[in-house]
């Protein structure tokens, strides 16, 4: 496909990047409910024998060091599935920054359900805001002017994809293809089964839906031109350094959308752009984000 | 993106549009489990009352008219759940064309369980093989040395989607998206909200995955021209007639790929088709296939 | 059973052959939930990127062709699970006659929420009304003073039992038994196990729950004879022809209900009557509905 | 219906009162894996501390008092779902009597997963050896030549409906209707919305489906009268005294099948056979059997 | 352990036995919910049939006989997910004890609705009222000024364990460890299995969480001094006669909790605290516990 | 509780520590399933394009840095869910250390199965055998002769809790408290609640199993004090520098279990063994392990 720059660019200049992401609600509802299940689905003992069910309490989540908020509707879910009558009300939302110090959100209602719900809450929100956090670093990386995505992988926590993908979005990320069905991705050993680039090439045009991008990934110049002949409409440079980067951009010239991945570190996200790469997409994000600090105090 | 002739052409005369296409097994198991518990999760009180334990039995699922077999496979699978002693072999695949009285599947063992599943794997069947056989007659009024694929809707039965979307392929019809996260298409009332075919398309670049492609659905030839100009990789014909089809595909040129839609019936498929059109997409294939005429017969 | 007239006459003379059927509350969650999942679960990607989170839509859900109704309660569902602050009001209940252009149900409220859950909600109306409107033109065929039933079988959707079978009540029709535990129906199998019609017939009558009716399939007047001698509460004669109909009746008399199955069309329905068969059962109400032409227009 | 007397007879002396019931599969498993969830879900702290996952074991099932054995197949299924290397033998099926000190089954293999399941497997055979023993309790109860059923009632553990009715049928009674769909049971709340008995049972006949006897539950006689005058199937005498049953049954003759309910015990029995009743239903089968003494004694 | 006097003594001397126990809202909604599936899933054909969707009615729960009440909140959770609309307040909470006719629980609404919660909620409340009276029974039994805690074990109904450990502590008992994971319980095969009392519990202290403490079971006075001397925090007594226990307690003095199990029954309790029996778990608390006698009785 | 010094030993000197830890299988098989229907449940559409069914592949699983491995069995699930007919051998054990370029594990069978579940076996080898290999680092740190457990906290990715504290004790580490249920910890809300220290403590005594020890954070001298005054089994010391941590221990005495948690770095673990601490918890075992190196190589 043509890569028009008018197009390339749009996605950070129109100031779109972030469209107010959402989790559908069946979604939210489904992990929530697997998470509290295995924290509370026996109750909480040490709640139960110390809190009298008529104690009211009020806390606030705050961040404990810089982050990029995420997670305050599944929170919110979070509080709402063991009592319905708590009030919650979200202070920072999610995608945007927040200080050391920020309050997040507040809660207030029965002590007894805060204390039930406060580690599962916590659980999801240091972890997405960590997803949130470091892909907000890496989209910080690029150059104003350059036209480069931030994206994730199937490298995800097992159960919770949903969620870090709407993470990654939230931190100015773009997604991946969802799963394996979503869209063809070609790799090392679909060539090695279809018996060379071009077959695989015309296979995954032969046989996937008209709405998915044919992806290849290759891991050296030659099958770049071969990719690009067979017509991929997108190539994914797996490890190449920072000249091979260059000298296969200008390969593809505007034939097909530019990948690279493998390993990719922020401090190399600069130099990526300026040579022109139109996605980087980055495993850490969701499997080595970790959790950032945000904790519940009590008033 | 330029619709090279030799890629379209490939999906039908590389011969591989069906290229033993398989329904992942966990998904397999949970639909028939469903579907099991529906039927006989209280128990069979006819067989339990009047069919000895030890009785065997051997039946036959026969066609009892010409139709494209599809869902032995599910077949196996419910008599799996009912009884992993039943021996089934499979006489027709899935995908292959069965006469009248052709013997599409065996199966022997306990006369109870037999009883038990006959009717589930009956109404998987049925319905699939309509699908199939539905699927197979437009693909077969494509003429030859036309590229046109024949493709399904998300107007799937509501639990089924991705069984039918199996028939879809083993009928020799391909694919649409899988479901509204799979990839982006616009349509009447997002280009309302958004405000025009331009702004809608632009932000739809913006957000979606890469690996995605951007299909706009237009109504008149004025949209069209809007949506190639913002640069849409696809576009959906809605309810156009062959005139309207033809200065369509005209406007297009090599830019984007033609879907048509909109209640194309069998008899208009070899126009559409010698016009250029390159997917035909037809919600009736598995909204209004109906069901095939299958029976068990014992011996 | 005798067979007394003014029973059989009651179930329509009374008026009250529908007499407001409802689906069950968790059961309608379920298959709701089930079905969002398959189509939104993952999330809305071209609504997401397109329609501003503070847009909001009126729609009206029409009829495009005259129908019976069904499923407004389903889409209700559909909706309240995307979004609890959809507003829908219904303006043609379940069971009633929609002329082409009728305005079925309305709904208003996010844009979104109205995208993300429209084609699931179709997907079961068009579905479910045609179930609804293809058994009414059976019920209707019914001359006026015969006091026949159209019933249902188990040929229904896997997954789709329950919601098929309450289309069929609001088609005014009757369901045949729920499963394989509700009631017993020996078939030409269980009697070639135990031996004989008789011996079928007693075993069933030692093992069934008394609630249950015994009905026995009989394929010719002699095992008709076996039947009724054995005391089969109800016969189900399997494709037989009219005139086999009327002798089968003849010798039944008031010891048992007549049903008649097989293929029956609705030209056929009309003559069975008159003949005074109490019941006829058919698949093709369920397995071959298809679907109505239903859509939703946007204010 | 004509309550032919050879029929009610054969129920006992065609020996079939027991024809091998069972547990569809799917249900099975379902149950067997909430019950294994719920004790060993987490782990078994104790046994992965002591028990080298090396060591075998052997252990036998004993009755430690004379019983009606019941749920074999479900401590199959538990320790299946453990370990599929376990041996399990069964010695005393399921309906069979056991001493106390009978062997009624033998499991060998490892030590850890016979340890890890065996709590579970107790459980479930305790209680349903339990309702089997009850039930047989008052099956033996009934005098020669009488042709009378003990049947259970809904009143059983929730989520526990289809062992337990199981384990009735292995204990030599019959059940119930299964669940509110699967046939008529007119109550007095109904006769009060419906305005009377007649029209209560009108309105079941028109709507139910035609394989469901239409059983309605009197408190007195004038209530029998309405309700053979309206042509109930069924009469459920509601705590009747002997007395009063003996002249509802002189009342119903052969027109209906005759339930009696109500706080029934064991010595009641007899008396109740010998006056005619068809069905005695008793809650107490299922819910007040308790547990029998059956223990797991390591060789 | 030291045993501290003043510890035992608080938990009943501080009034805090019952410190208002709750079921966490997910396991409550889930358990119910699998039960309304199991008796109302497919619909209610007698209600559906006679009662008007228009009807109102009010009712009534009522103690047939004096009991401790348990369930009213699960009683609550039926009604809820049967319809929202249906107005319940509890007259008698749990863990209360209710006289013979009391109201427990009130509730108004569609007639309809009532009737089709009515028999699950009872199932609950029937049984879980069972085993708090019973539970009440046995608390009652332990003399002033005895520090005894009455204990369940996990002879629980499988799927309701939840529940049933609930209504111990309504009836004033107490749970003993939830499952094989959340504590260690040293049995005979854990001791044959490492060799020696010695082995099993220094292995445990070594593997299990240090938030639980190390209960082993002994059978005898030499096995309760190696139980001691390798550090048991508590043994827990099987089958031991009064004297055996008293010479037990007199070995242990200070060195660990004591717990008495085997078939104890209430007019044992008295004797057995008054020898300083820490803990006294009875099986039949749940296994064995029945149903009580309450009723919906409609206004 | 006394802490007896050759207890506290035993744990490291009898080399139990990992005493061949599992996961029970249900649970196993469940977490697995989500994990495939999140990635593959809808099909892996490049697999399916370029990949002959009848292909067959070998692979290797290697390690590409130096780590613990953890999820063996695990992936083994993983592929057995995805084709039975998979041959995988584990070459390295969960919890053993493997050298850069070792084989972890091999596998072999139809290549499209291999593919097919790739990605969800390493998505969860990598995250676990981080895990594993971060607790090994602390274990490995704690001096010879010193006694610390380094225990996990419930700080866990929410849905993996059961297959992260494996992965734990895989390295050598011990388990916290399951859950909210399986044990007792007051913290400082609870203690407000409650009053104070010694009411908190008292009121979790009278309340909870006697299984579970009453442990109790204290972030002052003073409140260690109350705590132990008041009897706590153990003290939990959040955010204790290395002196007040001295301090502390000369307090405790032998009378209760010394825990340390709050950012517990590996470099500080030497001092705080040295210093005589039972148990450091460390939430950064689960919370921020990230992802290990670990690759598919194909042969």
Known sequence: MPRPTCWVTCWREAGCSINTPVIPKTTLQRIVTLALEEDLGRGDVTTEACVDVATRGEAMLRA??????????????????????????????????????????EISGSARSILNGERVALNFMQRLSAVATRTRTCVDAIPPGCATRIADTRKTTPGLRAFERYAVRCGGGHNHREDLAAAVLIKDNHI????????????????????????????????????????????????????????????????????????????????????????????????????????????
């Open 192 to 299: 090695a089964a279809a018996g060379s680039v071009r077959e695989a090439i015309e296979r995954a045009k032969a046989y996937a839906p008209h709405s998915s991008r044919i992806t290849c990934e290759v891991d050296s110049l030659e099958q770049l031109d071969d990719a690009l002949t067979a017509g991929a409409d997108a190539v994914l440079l797996d490890n190449f350094d920072d000249a091979s980067v260059a000298r296969a951009i200008a390969m593809v010239g505007e034939r097909a959308i530019v990948e690279v991945s493998g390993g990719v570190e922020a401090k190399r996200i600069p130099d990526l752009a300026r040579l022109g790469v139109d996605v980087i997409s980055i495993g850490a994000l969701t499997h080595s984000a970790g959790a950032v600090d945000l904790g519940l105090d009590w008033r």
């Open 64 to 105: 404990r060091q810089p982050l990029v908020v995420c997670g305050t509707e599944i929170a919110r879910e979070v509080f709402r599935q063991v009592d319905e009558d708590l009030v919650l009300s979200v202070c920072v939302a999610d995608g945007s920054k927040a200080d050391a110090g920020a309050t997040v959100l």
